[in-house]
């Protein structure tokens, strides 16, 4: 079953303003100290990901780039530093390097956080030793140091703004008794899936279920055993779909699904399915199938199916002497089900 599909968010759009900041200031390192090629990388988690770079860095695999940020990763000054390349990134460095180009040189600075740990590293390529040049720009270097580090440091809140916006939407969405759609969840997912099907023009279908004896389990067994059943339902309906369809608890004892990529034959399936597998953990519950062809559109096909779902449930009496049982516990109804 599928939870949600949220379009990209905060993390996803700093991302790429980050990356587009980031490149834009390794220009300006370039005027103040011209080199072969500058790069800047951000550490996830353990690992570093190259997020911009410029000259002959822009013809290595990122890669490679990732392994150059990892080298000599031990905590650098707040100033710039340079060095010689080892003879392991003169090998990584080779095809970029010009042919008998002799010694090459690092210029390396780290980025801190607020809390003076390295979130980032910048690296840049020349074929001269650059200790004369770097010391006579070392001040504007420093200030590009500091804004690219609180370009990262932005690019950081914003992500846990995005994650912390995301638990919330699916706080909002999800019940919490169930673990599946709740009612504003599902109306968000049945919105989602029409955008989609007015670009593909794929149908859809959609299952109404209503559980029938949930009333006379609360009545009789306690509300904790109708919980229970509620769960064992949800729990049912979720694995019996496929990972592109969904499921939501629409009211007290009322479940939808929407299935994606539908049709006629495939839906009756799996509604046959739904129908088996509630059978096997002996939830008793009544099911109405619409295809979103029949009806127009899903809030339609929504309609019809709970209409047919009802005619069914109608149909259905209520159990002799109130005896009703649910999973593997007996159950004693009384009085009209749900």
Same mark, same amino acid.
């Given at each position: 079953?599928?939870?949600?599909?949220?379009?990209?968010?905060?993390?996803?759009?700093?991302?790429?303003?980050?990356?587009?900041?980031?490149?834009?200031?390794?220009?300006?390192?370039?005027?103040?100290?011209?080199?072969?090629?500058?790069?800047?990388?951000?550490?996830?988690?353990?690992?570093?990901?190259?997020?911009?770079?410029?000259?002959?860095?822009?013809?290595?695999?990122?890669?490679?780039?990732?392994?150059?940020?990892?080298?000599?990763?031990?905590?650098?000054?707040?100033?710039?530093?340079?060095?010689?390349?080892?003879?392991?990134?003169?090998?990584?460095?080779?095809?970029?390097?010009?042919?008998?180009?002799?010694?090459?040189?690092?210029?390396?600075?780290?980025?801190?956080?607020?809390?003076?740990?390295?979130?980032?590293?910048?690296?840049?390529?020349?074929?001269?030793?650059?200790?004369?040049? /770097? *010391?006579?720009?070392?001040?504007? !270097?420093?200030?590009?140091?500091?804004?690219?580090?609180?370009? &990262? @440091? +932005?690019?950081? =809140?914003?992500?846990?703004?995005?994650?912390?916006?995301?638990?919330?939407?699916?706080?909002?969405?999800?019940?919490?008794?169930?673990?599946?759609?709740?009612?504003?969840?599902?109306?968000?997912?049945?919105?989602?899936?029409?955008?989609?099907?007015?670009?593909?023009?794929?149908?859809?279908?959609?299952?109404?279920?209503?559980?029938?004896?949930?009333?006379?389990?609360?009545?009789?067994?306690?509300?904790?055993?109708?919980?229970?059943?509620?769960?064992?339902?949800?729990?049912?309906?979720?694995?019996?779909?496929?990972?592109?369809?969904?499921?939501?608890?629409?009211?007290?004892?009322?479940?939808?699904?929407?299935?994606?990529?539908?049709?006629?034959?495939?839906?009756?399936?799996? /509604? *046959?399915?739904?129908?088996?597998? !509630?059978?096997?953990?002996?939830?008793?519950?009544?099911?109405? &199938? @619409? +295809?979103?062809? =029949?009806?127009?559109?899903?809030?339609?096909?929504?309609?019809?199916?709970?209409?047919?779902?009802?005619?069914?449930?109608?149909?259905?009496?209520?159990?002799?002497?109130?005896?009703?049982?649910?999973?593997?516990?007996?159950?004693?109804?009384?009085?009209?089900?749900?």
């Amino acid at each position: 079953m599928s939870v949600m599909e949220e379009p990209p968010g905060f993390k996803a759009r700093a991302n790429v303003l980050a990356g587009e900041a980031l490149a834009a200031q390794l220009n300006i390192l370039q005027l103040f100290l011209p080199l072969d090629g500058w790069l800047v990388g951000w550490r996830d988690g353990d690992a570093w990901d190259t997020v911009a770079a410029r000259g002959l860095f822009a013809d290595i695999p990122e890669a490679s780039l990732a392994a150059l940020l990892e080298a000599g990763a031990q905590p650098l000054d707040d100033s710039f530093q340079w060095r010689e390349l080892t003879e392991s990134e003169s090998q990584l460095l080779a095809p970029c390097l010009p042919q008998n180009s002799g010694a090459a040189y690092l210029v390396l600075a780290a980025l801190r956080d607020a809390e003076d740990r390295i979130t980032g590293r910048i690296c840049g390529l020349s074929g001269q030793p650059p200790g004369s040049r /770097l *010391s006579l720009c070392i001040g504007k !270097l420093q200030l590009c140091q500091a804004a690219m580090a609180a370009t &990262l @440091a +932005l690019q950081a =809140e914003l992500g846990v703004a995005d994650q912390l916006v995301i638990e919330m939407q699916r706080d909002a969405f999800i019940d919490p008794l169930t673990g599946v759609f709740n009612r504003a969840g599902w109306i968000n997912r049945l919105a989602y899936i029409d955008a989609v099907l007015a670009r593909t023009q794929e149908d859809a279908a959609i299952i109404m279920l209503d559980l029938d004896f949930l009333k006379a389990v609360n009545d009789t067994c306690g509300h904790s055993a109708g919980d229970d059943l509620l769960r064992l339902a949800a729990q049912t309906i979720s694995s019996t779909l496929r990972s592109s369809d969904s499921v939501g608890r629409l009211g007290g004892d009322e479940f939808g699904v929407v299935v994606q990529n539908a049709t006629p034959v495939g839906a009756a399936v799996l /509604l *046959s399915r739904l129908r088996q597998a !509630l059978s096997r953990v002996g939830v008793s519950i009544s099911l109405g &199938l @619409a +295809l979103k062809s =029949e009806s127009g559109s899903l809030k339609q096909a929504m309609q019809l199916a709970d209409e047919r779902m009802y005619v069914e449930k109608r149909k259905k009496p209520i159990p002799a002497g109130g005896r009703h049982r649910f999973g593997p516990a007996p159950f004693f109804a009384g009085g009209d089900p749900a």
